[in-house]
C-alpha cells in the first residue's frame, strides 16, 4: 500500500536522483533515502552528489526488483519509481524498455509514470532502441503467445511536474509528443500560478497533438486529469488557493478529471488545521466539493 493518496501501490526499480527545478527544492524522497540508508537499507547506499542530491539519494538501478509486477495477481494502480525518476539520464535505455516491458507485460495493473526529465521521456519513448529492446523483453516476458503488444502500452499512464507556468511551458509540450494512451500532470507542489491552455482565442499555445479533438483545434489534446498540491514539511512555500481554482477550473473546462491532493503544510498552519492540509472537510467549500477520486483506467 502506499500513503500517495492518488495509487494505491508504489515501484522502484530504480532509486535517486538530483534536483533539476524548483519543485525539487523540498524533495520527500531526497530526505526519506537519508533516513533509509542510515538504518542499513540495502537500495539506499548510494550517495548523491551534495550539490543536486544527498545520502542514500544517488541513482541506483535495481534489476532484483523489475519483475516484482508479474507476481502481483491482484490488479493494482502502481506509481512507478516514487523514490526516483525513470527518465533520469543514468538509467539506461534498454532498462526502461525491460521496465516498459514487464508494465505492458502485466495488463491488469495500471502503472503511473511521473518525470521531471521530459525531454528524455519524449526522445527514449519515440526511439528505435527502445522499441527493439521493448519488444525482445516483452516476449521473455509474456511469452510468444501474447506477442505483439499493444503500442502505446494502454495500462500505462505518462505524466510531467509542473510547479509553476515556467516548467509547464517547458515540459507539457514533450509530454504532448509522447506516446501514450494517458497523459497527465503533477501540479505539485504548485508553487505559482499555472494555465495549462495561455493561447488566445479558441487554441492554446500548448498543442497535445494526437488527434483527438475537432473543430478549430483539431490536434489539440488535453491532458487526461490533473493533481493539485500543496508542499509539505517545515519551510513549505505557500499554496495560493486561487492558483488551485484557476487550475482546477481549466482542467474541468478541458474536460480533465481533476484530484487535490493536499492544500499544503502553509496553509493547514494559516487555517489552523496542522499536517500538510489533506482532510477535505476543513478545505474551504468550493474546493472541497470538487475533489474527484482518482481516475481509473477503463
Not at 528524455?120 to 528505435?128: A, D, I, K
Not at 509547464?168 to 509528443?177: K, Q
Not at 519551510?235 to 482542467?251: C, I, M, N, S, T
Amino acid at each position: 500500500m502506499s500513503r500517495i493518496e492518488w495509487t494505491e501501490t508504489t515501484w522502484n526499480p530504480t532509486t535517486g536522483c538530483d534536483r533539476v527545478s524548483p519543485g525539487c527544492d523540498r524533495c520527500y524522497a531526497l530526505t526519506m533515502a537519508g533516513r533509509l540508508k542510515a538504518i542499513g537499507s540495502a537500495k539506499y547506499q548510494t550517495d548523491g552528489s551534495t550539490r543536486t542530491s544527498g545520502p542514500g539519494f544517488g541513482l541506483a538501478v535495481h534489476p532484483d526488483t523489475l519483475t516484482a509486477p508479474l507476481h502481483w495477481t491482484a490488479p493494482r494502480l502502481v506509481f512507478v519509481n516514487s523514490m526516483s525518476d525513470l527518465f533520469h539520464a543514468h538509467v539506461p535505455t534498454e532498462f526502461i524498455a525491460r521496465v516498459w516491458a514487464v508494465m505492458a507485460a502485466t495488463p491488469r495493473h495500471t502503472y503511473q509514470v511521473l518525470t521531471k526529465r521530459h525531454a528524455r521521456m519524449r526522445s527514449v519513448l519515440t526511439s528505435e532502441r527502445f522499441m527493439v529492446g521493448f519488444y525482445a523483453a516483452y516476449r521473455a516476458y509474456a511469452g510468444d503467445d501474447l506477442f505483439p503488444p499493444s503500442w502505446p502500452a494502454p495500462n500505462v499512464w505518462v505524466g510531467v511536474s509542473a510547479e509553476n507556468q515556467k516548467w509547464a511551458d517547458i515540459r507539457l509540450p514533450a509530454l504532448a509528443r509522447t506516446p501514450a494512451v494517458v497523459r497527465f500532470v503533477s501540479a505539485e507542489p504548485l508553487v505559482g500560478p499555472l494555465r495549462l491552455h495561455r493561447g488566445h482565442g479558441h487554441c492554446p499555445t500548448h498543442d497535445f497533438r494526437g488527434g483527438h479533438c475537432s473543430g478549430p483545434c483539431p490536434n489539440l489534446v488535453t491532458p487526461d486529469w490533473v493533481i493539485i498540491g500543496g508542499e509539505s514539511g517545515p519551510g513549505a512555500r505557500p499554496l495560493d488557493l486561487e492558483w488551485a481554482r484557476v487550475l482546477r477550473d481549466q482542467a474541468h473546462a478541458a474536460g480533465a478529471k481533476v484530484f487535490i491532493k493536499q492544500l499544503g503544510a502553509a496553509w493547514a498552519r494559516e487555517a489552523g488545521v496542522g499536517g500538510k492540509g489533506t482532510d477535505p472537510d476543513s478545505w474551504p467549500d468550493d474546493l472541497n466539493v470538487r475533489r474527484m477520486p482518482t481516475p481509473r483506467q477503463s
